[in-house]
Antibody, heavy 120, light 107 residues
């Protein structure tokens, strides 16, 4: 069974750093892209970026380029999303998702989401 | 970036109704379009890919159509479990982009 299990809820202060994780199982982790999607409270879905764990090829949305870093450790089938300096506007639910195929263009399995709250 | 525009933003319907949601891309994307369903507090779920292909396990009352710039998601007979928010997503090129969502509410 394909599963993506994300790390737990985070409460941080502005300016702090954060790294959240997404562990894949039940499929070949290195053969499919893992994407990250933001959902701010009461709002829609925003694609942040994507990584191919097989060779670490990474693409970012222009809206998130330079604001976050996406990485993966294929030895433990885990992808990461990290911030070096959080802002209150980073408060949101963050989902990881597995690509349907090697194009990386749509997602068939999703993690349960990691809620991040940034508040002083 | 390719902009995706969904309409309506919300629709009120009754069980058994036929519901149609449209999605328009700002440039031609062939059939590279997906539809997702999201229920409150849950992750999105893939319903349709390649504009009209039904994802495994998705009921046949859901269907998708369209190509180029204009696409449609149809629920042929709305069921209680279908009340949710629906998003289109262009799968043509990076950066991937989602529509703003359509909330299907109970009339």
């Amino acid at each position: 069974e394909v599963q993506l299990v994300q790390s737990g809820a985070e409460v941080k202060k502005p300016g702090e750093s954060l790294k959240i994780s997404c562990k894949g199982s039940g499929y070949s982790f290195t053969s499919y892209w893992i994407g990250w999607v933001r959902q701010m409270p009461g709002k829609g879905l925003e694609w942040m970026g994507i990584i191919y764990p097989g060779d670490s090829d990474t693409r970012y949305s222009p809206s998130f380029q330079g604001q976050v870093t996406i990485s993966a450790d294929k030895s433990i089938s885990t992808a990461y999303l990290q911030w070096s300096s959080l802002k209150a506007s980073d408060t949101a639910m963050y989902y990881c998702a597995k690509s349907y195929d090697r194009r990386g263009s749509l997602f068939d399995y999703w993690g349960q989401g990691t809620p991040v709250t940034v508040s002083s | 970036d390719i902009q995706m525009t969904q309409s309506p933003s919300s629709v009120s319907a009754s069980v058994g109704d036929r519901v149609t949601i449209t999605c328009r891309a700002s440039q031609r994307i062939s059939s590279w379009l997906a539809w997702y369903q999201q229920k409150p507090g849950k992750a999105p779920k893939l319903l349709i890919y390649d504009a009209s292909s039904l994802q495994s396990g998705v009921p046949s009352r859901f269907s998708g159509s369209g190509s180029g710039t204009d696409f449609t998601l149809t629920i042929s007979s709305l069921q209680p479990e279908d009340f949710a928010t629906y998003y289109c997503q262009q799968a043509n090129s990076f950066p991937l982009t989602f529509g703003g969502g359509t909330k299907v509410e109970i009339k």
